[in-house]
C-alpha cells in the first residue's frame, strides 16, 4: 500500500517575496550586486555575512528605505501588485506600516525615545487610521505582552528601559498590526549573552505562534542557526552561497562560507 | 510721457507703512492660503517696527489690509488695553490714518493675540491672529523638511500620539492652547495660542481668519464656512476649558472664558477675558445705551 504524500510545502506555496538582480551602487562602490531572494509564507531566511557585505542594506530595500538602482521587489499580498520600487512615496509608506514590520539594531533608529513605549506601538496603528484610545491601547498591550514585555512598565519612555527591553518594544511595535514580513536587522547585537538568549527566545515563539515570515540579517550564525530556515551568506555585496540552514553550517561549500562557520567554532 | 508723470510723488513713507511690493506679495499669498484653508504659505516677512515675536505676522497683514476707512481693533490676550494692544493700534491708527475702536461690533479688521473675542463675528469682519509657531508638527517632527512632506501626505498620525501621550500621562488631553485642529478636512493647523474655548468659534465661522507668524515667516487662513475640527480620539470627546459656571467679579457676565486673578487669602477671583465684554456688561447693568452683539457661547454652551 502506498500513502498519498502531499507535495512539500516549498514546492506548492508560492513565495511570499520575490526580490530579483538587486544592484546598488554608493558612488563607485558596489553594496548590492545582483542579489536576489525569494521567501516563503511563514519561512525564515537567515543573511550573514561580514560588516560592509551589504546584508542590512538589502534589508533597507526590502524595508522600501532605499530604491536599488536596478532590481524588482514583489510581495505576494491581496491588494499588492508589481515592483515595489515603482511605488511613490506615499503607497510607499502605507505599505511599510501596514504590511512591513522592522527592528533595527539601534533601537533610537526604530523609537521615539520620550515617548511612553506603549505609544510607541500606538504609532504604528495611529499611521494605519485606528482613531479610539480604547482599541489603541488595548491592542498596544496586546502586542507588548506577545513580545513578553513587563506590562508594568508599559508607559515607561524606551530611553529609561534596558537594551533588551527596547528590542522588545521595538518588536511590539513590528508586530502590532501583525505585518505579513517581519524583518530583524542585528536584533541581539550589543546585547549580553544571557538577555540574547531571552530575546531570541521571544522571536522563536512567536514565529512558532504566528507563523510570520521573516528576514534576518546577522553576523552572528548563532542566532542564524537558532531562528533560520533557509541561509543566504553574502559578501561584498553578492550572494556567495544560499541553501537550507543546517547543510549550509554542516557542509559549507565556498571557501568564505567554510571560513566563516570555522571562526564561529 | 516722462517717467515723473507716471509715477508718484516722492512721500516719506508708504501708505500703511508696507512698501507697495511687500503689500501685494502679502496679499497674494493670503489668497493662495484662503485658496487652500489650513495649508501654510511662506512670505517674504518684512521689518517692522517691532520685535519679531511681538505680532510682526499679524501686523504685516493688518497693514496690508487696512484702508483709510477700515475701523481697527487690537486686543492682547483679550484685553484691549495691555501695552502691545495699544501701541499696535496706535502705530496702525498712524500709518493708515484709520479710525479705530474697542467694540468687537464696530470693529473692519481685528489684530489679536491668544483670543477670539466673545461676540460673534460677521461676514464683512477679518480676524488677524498672531502666531508664534504655525508648524503643528514641530513637537513630532522637528525636520521641517519631513513634516512638508507630511503634510502633503496627510500623515497626521503622530499628532494623536502626542494625545495618546497626554491621556497616558495625566488622565486627560493637557494641550492648553495651540489645539491642532483640522481644517476642511484635509490641513492641520495651529490655530495659534487661543484656548481650547475659542477653537470651535472657527469651525463654520462667518468671518475671514488670517493667521501669520512673522517670525517663521509663513502665514495660513480659515475662509468663512469652513470646517475647523479639533483632532480627538473617537472614545475621547473634545473638552474647552471648565469656565462655564465662573462668573467675572467685575461685570457679572457668567459662561464665558475669565482670566483667574489669584488673592491673598489662596482663593481666586474671576474676570471675564474679553476685556471689551466685560465693559460692555458693566455699561448695560449701569443703564447706559449698549448693545452687546449675539455671542458664541450662551450660558457656558457653544451654540
New interface residues.
Partial sequence: MTAVMDAPRLVTARPLLTAQGLSLNYGDVPALRDVSATVYPGEVLGIVGESGSGKSTFLRCLNLEETPDRGSYTLDLPDVQGNLFDLDRFARRMLCATRIGIVYQNPHLGLLMRHSSSGNVAERLLIAGERRFGVLRHKARGALDASEFPLARMDAPPEELSGGMQQRVQLAKAIALEPALLLLDEPTTGLDVSVQALVLDTLKRLQQDRRITMVIVSHDLGVIRTLADRVMVMRRGEVVEAGLADQVFQDPQHAYTQQLVHAKL | MTLQSLTKDWEPMAYGFLDGSAKREIRRKMLKAISVPGCQMPYASREVPMARGWGTGGLQVSCTLVTPRTRIKVIDQGADDSVNAASIRKFLASVSGAPVTTDTLQADLIQSRHRIPEERLREDQVLVLQVPNPEPLRSVQPNMSIAR?MHA?A?Y??M??QL??Q???SGRVMQGASYPSLVNGRHVMTPSPIPRWDVPKLHMARHLTLLSAGREKRLHAVPPFTRVEPLV????PYRVEDHAGLTCHRSGARGFFMNEIPQADGTSLHEVSDSDLGVKTIRAAEGEDTRIGATWYVDGEMS
Avoid at chain 2, 233 to 236: A, K, L, Q, R, S
Fill in positions: 512632506q501626505d500623515d498620525g503622530r494623536w500620539l495618546y501621550e491621556i497616558v500621562r480620539f473617537d472614545d475621547v
